[in-house]
């Protein structure tokens, strides 16, 4: 199945090949485009690329298709070579290529549940949305931050502490640099919707000059606001971007209560050391939600491979 976007590369694909004229060039039934070492490259697979590339592929279509054959030839003989080395055997190999089959299964299984529902948002659910939320909209801004990243060499309490207690930026440095924490130091321009949700609400409250820290797996974020220019957006300029997020946010509930329905009706066995944890369905079976609100708090409590793939699924909508 092709995407809106998709269907023109189609189109003038094939009329590229109806229009050489004379005998047929796509091989038998005109669907073998070239074939290497003997095995055939069909006019699907080329289809296919064009499908991937969108709007690119409607300028210089025959160039475009062209070097699109041309990849999947190269392509073609690096996997005969590896079909030659054994590498389709090899255990790592075959374990991907499952885990592919599964994404690519996942996505087309979600993309036929989000069917299900494709009645748009209404301009009152859009416009409740807009007005819920005037640090994206309204009243948006383009902040400028400096951003500071700390080694975790200081736990994230006691830096947090100090940050409320600091009576300056400099006062604060002046402490890191007492503990010697290793800091890499950067500056950001990013407007409002760029930022992550929990990172963004809080900028929108904080002065100039302002400090707040946000821990990460790896080191903690220190984020100085060093300026906020306003630059809000209308209703009308919103809408197109508010109504594909409440799409996509629908999408999800709808993954969300497909998960949960296929877990109820089957029937799933912990075995060996994940038997202890087999009342604890949470990280398993929470929301699949795309949506901005929540995907700090997917990233961190969503770690199962499963998850993982439904929720490219959804993302691939």
């Known amino acids: 199945m092709y995407s809106k976007n998709s269907i023109l590369p189609v189109i003038l694909l094939a009329a590229l090949l109806s229009g050489c004229g004379g005998e047929d060039k796509t091989g038998k039934d005109g669907q073998v485009v070239a074939k290497v070492n003997g095995d055939e490259v069909t006019v699907h697979q080329l289809n296919y690329e064009l499908g991937l590339l969108g709007q690119a592929a409607t300028q210089n279509t025959e160039k475009v298709a062209r070097q699109a054959l041309e990849q999947l030839v190269n392509q073609q003989l690096i996997v005969q070579k590896a079909v030659t080395e054994k590498l389709d055997r090899d255990p790592r190999v075959m374990q991907a290529l499952e885990r592919a089959k599964s994404q690519v299964l996942v996505q087309a299984y979600m993309s036929k549940v989000a069917g299900r529902d494709s009645t748009p948002p209404s301009k009152q659910e859009v416009g409740d949305y807009y007005s819920k ?8 801004r383009i902040y400028q931050i400096r951003e500071i990243l700390l080694d975790k060499s200081v736990p994230a309490a006691e830096l947090q502490s100090r940050v409320k207690s600091s009576k300056s930026l400099e006062e604060l440095m002046g402490w890191l640099e007492e503990k010697k924490v290793q800091m890499k130091s950067g500056v950001l321009v990013k407007p409002a919707e760029q930022l992550p949700p929990e990172m963004l609400s809080r900028l929108y409250q904080m002065r100039q000059g302002q400090v707040m820290a946000i821990e990460a797996p790896n080191n903690i974020s220190l984020s100085i606001l060093m300026a906020a220019r306003n630059q809000p957006l209308s209703e009308a300029q919103a809408a197109p971007a508010i109504e594909n997020f409440l799409v996509n946010q629908k999408h999800g509930k709808l993954a969300d209560d497909e998960v ?10 912990w075995l060996g050391k994940f038997a202890a944890a087999k009342g604890d369905d949470k990280a398993s079976s929470a ?7 929540n995907a700090e708090k997917h990233v961190a409590d969503e770690k199962s491979n499963d998850t993982d793939f439904i929720k490219k699924g959804v993302s691939g909508l």
């Open 133 to 140: 939320h005037p640090e994206l909209f309204a009243e948006r």
């Open 287 to 293: 929301a699949v939600n795309p949506g901005l609100e």
């Open 260 to 269: 949960k329905r296929l877990r109820a009706e089957a029937k799933i066995e």
